[in-house]
């Protein structure tokens, strides 16, 4: 049995960012020294974008083929990457405390989304931040991008020196930037009534076996899960599962806790952002079975709705 743990995490500078600070803390409450497993996976290998090529999912596989072949005892996952039905022989045994859900806008001139010219260039590689931006601002040419948070901003105009500066803003998760340190890239924190977030933004998901048995691990991670961020993002994922959602459906999803109740918003947009579905649902905030069924609830009255009329759902 190791008297180590390794993390397994994919190379990415903010994966390696993430990883390491789950890894220290895990290791602290479990009493027992960290390796970090590097695991390189589809999402970091192949081109194109997310919809082209599979989907979020595309990130975690390998991760989770490597726990299950233990190559590595846990790992760590952007729990938005994380598909909505669990693997086999798999856990998420802990939901550490979420960073900031809100996308950033990070745009030349330190312009802001209502302050950027028609006709500017804006990229993202995320159909719901896509199809947010063309409802909020339909002037705008949105661009579909690819590549890791230095090279988006490098897209930036006079952001990056050096870089290719095509475009005057680029979108991305507030949480990212935070971790890796790159909050002045930041000129606006785009609130989320205007662009509701992906479910599970800004939260990371710790999976290991269903078997594992090394002393203090489990615990150390049952320690670790914080319980308010575990009921938001259960909710938020449940509505993703029973709405069938694939990347390519512009669907995002928010809980939060009001009181003794969790409060759920999800939206559902047409690609070209001309439609949308917008609603909210609460239910007492008692555990994560009831967190479930506020997501899956709200995502009945989407659909009766019409949700399945404007976005591209089942895929």
Do not use: W
Request: proline share 5%; with cysteine; glycine share 10%.
């Amino acid at each position: 049995m190791s008297t180590r743990i390794r993390v397994g995490t994919r190379g990415s500078a903010l994966a390696m960012t993430q990883t390491t600070t789950v890894a220290k803390r895990v290791s602290e409450l479990a009493d027992l020294p960290y390796d970090l497993v590097r695991v390189r996976t589809e999402g970091d290998v192949l081109k194109g974008s997310l919809s082209q090529i599979g989907g979020t999912g595309v990130f975690v596989a390998a991760l989770r083929d490597a726990l299950l072949e233990e190559r590595c005892d846990v790992a760590v996952h952007s729990l938005k990457d994380l598909p909505t039905l669990p693997a086999p022989g798999l856990t998420v045994a802990s939901v550490p405390e979420r960073e900031d859900v809100r996308d950033a806008l990070c745009a030349r001139d330190g312009l802001t989304l209502a302050t950027l010219p028609d006709g500017a260039r804006v990229g993202t590689g995320s159909p719901r931040r896509a199809a947010q931006l063309r409802s909020a601002r339909p002037g705008l040419e949105v661009v579909d991008i690819r590549g890791n948070v230095d090279t988006r901003l490098g897209r930036v105009a006079g952001l990056v020196p050096g870089a290719p500066g095509d475009l005057d803003a680029v979108v991305l998760a507030a949480a990212g930037l935070r971790r890796l340190g790159r909050e002045e890239a930041i000129t606006e924190l785009i609130d989320t009534d205007v662009m509701l977030p992906a479910a599970g933004q800004g939260a990371l998901a710790v999976e290991c076996r269903e078997s594992e048995a090394t002393p203090g691990v489990r615990e150390a991670l049952a320690a670790y899960d914080h319980l308010p961020t575990r009921l938001a993002v259960t909710a938020e994922r449940a509505v993703l599962l029973q709405l069938e959602a694939g990347c390519a459906a512009p669907i995002g999803a928010l809980a939060r806790l009001q009181g003794d109740d969790l409060a759920l918003e999800a939206v559902v947009c047409s690609p070209d952002g001309r439609s949308m579905i917008r609603l909210t649902r609460s239910a007492p905030a008692t555990d994560a079975v009831a967190a479930a069924r506020l997501g899956l609830a709200l995502a009945e009255e989407l659909l009766a709705a019409g949700a399945a009329d404007v976005a591209p759902l089942n895929s």
